[in-house]
Every structure is written in C-alpha cells, then in structure tokens.
C-alpha cells in the first residue's frame, strides 16, 4: 500500500519566516505533487515533479517553490510566509501511466501570523 | 473561474437510500474524470473513475455516470452507508497530463443511520 508522508500535521509561523513543508513517498512513483485546499476553492495544483530536479508550475505557483534532490522526497518552500498562504497543504504522488490515480498524504495545516 | 463544479455545498440522506452527488464542469478538453473522498484528518483517497469515452463505471455501489453534452457527471452511492459521510471531490484532466487535476469545491454527505 501507498504511503505518503507529511512531515508535519500542523504548524504555526510568523509572517516573512520562510517555511519547508516536506513530503515523502515509499512506493517509488515517477510524480509528486503539492496542492492546497481551502473552503469553497476544493484542491489547487501549486507545482509537481515527473522526474529527481524537475519541476513544473501548477495553477496557483506564485509565493511558492519547490525541490526533488532524490525521487522519493518533495519539498514544498514558502520563501516568506504571508497570512493568505494559511491552508491545509496535501502532497500527492502517482506512477507515470497514463490516468494513474493519486494517492495523498494527510495533509499539514499551516497557519501564518 | 472555477471550471470544476459542485453547485451542492452539502448533502444528508438516510441511510439505505441512494446518495446523488452532481458535478459541472466547462472546458470539453477534459476527457478523464475522477471523485475521491475525503475523512478529516485525511488525504483524499481515490474513489472511482470514468474516461470520456464511456458513459457509466461502476464499482460496488459507486456508479459513476457522464453527460459529456451537458458536461454533467454524478456519483451515486447505493445503498448509502453512515461511513459514506465525508467530504466528496470530483476532479477533472486531460489525458496525458497525468495527476494534474482540477477539483471541484467539493460536497459534504452525511448519511444518518
């Protein structure tokens, strides 16, 4: 079975800190995935990786960056927190196949100060 | 603009009864659509499924149905169960651009015993 881990269920930060959300896969899937979800806006696609130092924009990058030195870890950077970026952030992976499912972590919830 | 639907906020039925979840959305390059349900304290997890080439998939007592001229899926649980109440998500893609999904606003279902 699928495992994906969240380093942190919640979390708290001051506004401008910078902020590492970090995830990690056991099942050696090609892509990962960062979303955000929020009241009334479902999930958002922040940036997502195919492949170790790929990167790619989703919908919503802006204020956000991200970084897959190894395969199975994906980092989600906040390069200074502001109060709008307070969500539940999911990170995701699936396997390269063509409409592989994903399957989730449990999400961190971040608030900004 | 929100190119993924859910028009119901929140949905209660009895337990036994059928559960009826809608779904809307508005770009007719999406060819691949997908529910997932969601626990608090939980990631999503992968529900059912349904390619644009078909109009029904089913799987015990998830049936997924697509209108691809109204651009209308719905989700029907039968019978429903008081451990069917969760958040429910419907996401849309295009094929080959593989996990990268739009998710809808999501439906809140209870089923009272």
């Known amino acids: 079975d699928v495992k994906v881990t969240q380093s942190s269920r919640y979390l708290v930060k001051r506004t401008g800190e910078k902020v590492f959300l970090e995830c990690v896969q056991d099942?050696?899937?090609?892509?990962m995935f960062w979303y955000r979800q929020d009241p009334g806006l479902g999930l958002r696609l922040i940036y997502f990786?195919?492949?170790?130092?790929?990167?790619e924009k989703g919908d919503i990058p802006e204020g956000y960056s991200v970084s897959r030195e190894k395969k199975e870890r994906f980092s989600l950077i906040l390069e200074s927190a502001s109060t709008n970026q307070t969500s539940m952030y999911l990170c995701?992976?699936?396997?390269?196949?063509?409409?592989?499912?994903?399957?989730f972590g449990n999400g961190t919830r971040l608030t900004v100060t | 603009d929100q190119q993924v639907k859910q028009n119901s906020p929140s949905l209660s039925v009895q337990e036994g009864r059928i559960s009826i979840l809608n779904c809307d959305y508005t770009?007719?390059?999406?060819?691949?659509f997908l529910w997932y349900k969601k626990y608090p304290a939980e990631g999503p997890t992968f529900l059912i499924s349904?390619?644009?080439?078909?109009d029904k998939n089913e799987d015990g007592r998830f049936t997924v149905f697509l209108n691809k001229s109204a651009k209308h899926l719905s989700l029907h649980i039968v019978p429903s169960q008081p451990g069917d109440s969760a958040v429910y998500f419907c996401?849309?893609?295009?094929?080959?651009?593989?996990?990268?999904?739009?998710f809808g606003q999501g439906t809140t279902l209870q089923v009272k015993p």
């Open positions: 996401a849309a893609s295009v094929t080959g651009n593989t996990g990268k999904l739009i």
């Open positions: 349904i390619s644009s080439i078909k």
């Open positions: 990786s195919y492949d170790v130092k790929m990167k």
């Open positions: 995701a992976t699936n396997h390269g196949f063509l409409n592989s499912p994903l399957h």
């Open positions: 099942m050696d899937h090609e892509n």
């Open positions: 770009n007719s390059m999406f060819d691949y």
